[in-house]
């Protein structure tokens, strides 16, 4: 039994795979790696996060002391002539003489109102605020590579519907051609047939046009030489196990604009303390031991040797800077409830985007699912129409019209794929699973 044209193509787009011809298959998984070692953006974000990283020591803090050591070294040569009062002169030429010094200095702020350990908490908090960045940027950009993949999934399948369109065409302008010659069709039908053929032919045009740049897109994600040719392997599925619940609660627990706000009332707390110890005396304490030598050539000593040993408490009591302390604790407990309303805000605008996601994702599940019977349906319509305008029972008008049917059916099909796809891609995103579900 002869298999149509058209029902081939039925059952490739149900499963939306590509041949991979002659260029090189890239991978799914292949193009996340790709990107996950040479995006640009990820790698950025990783520096950022180390600085914040080795930012993180007590020292930063200002909780160990600091310590310096000095040294000098100098010579003096000199000529003296000194007149008594009896008259007689007495002379010295080339009297040298040196002198050098060394010594160590510390300087430790023993209390400042718990000041330093305000700073080294508020370090800890920067230190995951720039983890959680990494990992939003990571999770951003894995998210686009996959929506870029399957993009050119989609635009693939749209290719290929339009080339067995352009197949049908090309049958139909020969058959028109044929019966002209033969004298069995007038020529307006060629004109119409040779009409339909080109317009055809420029949609593909356009299509391989869409297709080339997706491609460069996507290299470019991946920081690669944009003008890489290749086809993408895997097909659209949709996952089965979503439910709205699950994703919202996870959404709410890992999604990393909400891990960023929450870290950010963290760092706004504690740059709160850092203020509030201003308000209290800061004492600090200092030594230092130096050595110094001295030599010279003339006078009633040839050398001096001296050591000194010098160690100290002091402090500083705020008394009144012109109430510009208060002022600036008052503005730092409003800066921590801004952050505090801008967390609530992002906890808002997650839940809204989980919404609308799970909307979408069911809505062209379904439509996926319609639009599939649909195209079975004008598959067979083609299918028939094809047999029909062969043996002259319908016209060229009818036919182009199952062709038509067929293109917007196909192409239906592939959006509502690709479409629930998004939503599902977004709703992995927004719960930061999407490193770990794709």
Same mark, same amino acid.
């Given at each position: 039994m002869r298999t149509s044209l058209s029902h081939i193509l039925f059952a490739a787009l149900l499963c939306l795979a590509i041949p991979a011809g002659a260029q090189t298959v890239l991978s799914?998984?292949?193009?996340?790696? +790709?990107?996950?070692?040479? !995006?640009?953006?990820?790698?950025?974000?990783?520096?950022?996060?180390?600085?914040?990283? !080795?930012?993180?020591?007590? /020292?930063?803090?200002?909780? #160990?002391?600091?310590?310096?050591?000095?040294?000098?070294?100098?010579?003096?040569?000199?000529? !003296?002539?000194?007149?008594?009062?009896?008259?007689?002169?007495?002379?010295?030429?080339?009297?040298a003489s040196a002198r050098y010094s060394a010594g160590l200095a510390l300087d430790w702020t023993v209390f400042? /109102? #718990?000041?330093?350990?305000?700073?080294?908490?508020?370090?800890? *908090?920067?230190? #995951?605020?720039? *983890?959680?960045?990494?990992?939003?940027?990571?999770?951003?950009?894995?998210?686009?590579? +996959?929506?870029?993949?399957?993009?050119?999934?989609?635009? %693939?399948?749209?290719? *290929? &519907?339009? %080339?067995?369109?352009?197949?049908?065409?090309?049958?139909?302008l020969t058959n028109a051609r044929d019966r002209y010659e033969a004298g069995v069709a007038a020529r307006l039908e060629v004109l119409s047939s040779r009409v339909d053929y080109n317009t055809d032919t420029t949609a593909l045009l356009k299509q391989e046009e869409e297709l080339r740049n997706t491609r460069i897109h996507l290299n470019r994600l991946l920081a690669r030489d944009v003008n890489t040719d290749f086809v993408a392997g895997d097909s659209i599925t949709l996952q089965t196990?979503?439910?709205? /619940?699950?994703?919202?609660?996870?959404?709410?627990?890992? !999604?990393?604009?909400?891990?960023?706000?929450? &870290?950010? &009332?963290?760092? $706004?707390?504690?740059?709160l303390k850092e203020i509030r110890a201003e308000q209290w005396p800061v004492v600090r304490a200092s030594t230092d031991f130096a050595l110094g030598r001295s030599l010279q050539d003339q006078g009633a000593w040839s050398s001096n040797n001296t050591r000194s040993f010098n160690y100290g408490l002091s402090a500083s009591i705020p008394l009144f800077d012109g109430s510009n302390l208060r002022r600036r604790i008052r503005n730092a407990q409003i800066s921590r409830e801004s952050v505090e309303l801008e967390h609530r805000e992002t906890v808002l605008s997650v839940e809204t985007q989980v919404a609308l996601a799970f909307n979408a994702y069911e809505r062209n599940r379904m439509l996926y699912e319609v639009e599939s019977e649909n195209l079975s349906v004008a598959g067979e319509n083609l299918d028939a129409a094809m047999e029909r305008y062969r043996v002259g029972a319908i016209s060229a008008v009818q036919l182009r019209d199952a062709q038509r049917s067929y293109l917007s059916a196909s192409n239906r099909v592939v959006e509502?794929?690709?479409?629930?796809?998004?939503?599902? &891609?977004?709703? #992995? %995103?927004?719960?930061? $699973?999407?490193?770990? *579900?794709m």
């Open positions: 799914l998984k292949d193009a996340v790696e +790709i990107g996950l070692a040479n !995006n640009y953006s990820i790698l950025l974000s990783r520096q950022d996060e180390q600085i914040a990283r !080795n930012n993180v020591t007590p /020292g930063n803090a200002g909780m #160990l002391p600091t310590v310096a050591a000095s040294g000098s070294a100098s010579r003096d040569i000199s000529s !003296n002539r000194m007149e008594m009062a009896d008259g007689s002169v007495s002379r010295s030429a080339n009297d400042d /109102g #718990l000041g330093m350990f305000a700073t080294y908490e508020k370090l800890q *908090e920067l230190a #995951l605020m720039g *983890e959680a960045a990494s990992r939003r940027t990571i999770q951003n950009t894995i998210a686009s590579i +996959i929506t870029t993949y399957f993009d050119i999934v989609r635009q %693939q399948d749209e290719l *290929e &519907i339009m %080339q067995s369109i352009l197949r049908v065409s090309r049958l139909r196990s979503l439910e709205y /619940g699950a994703t919202l609660q996870r959404a709410l627990e890992a !999604n990393p604009d909400i891990a960023l706000a929450e &870290i950010s &009332i963290q760092v $706004a707390t504690a740059t509502a794929a690709f479409n629930a796809k998004v939503a599902e &891609i977004t709703l #992995l %995103q927004l719960s930061g $699973a999407i490193a770990l *579900e």
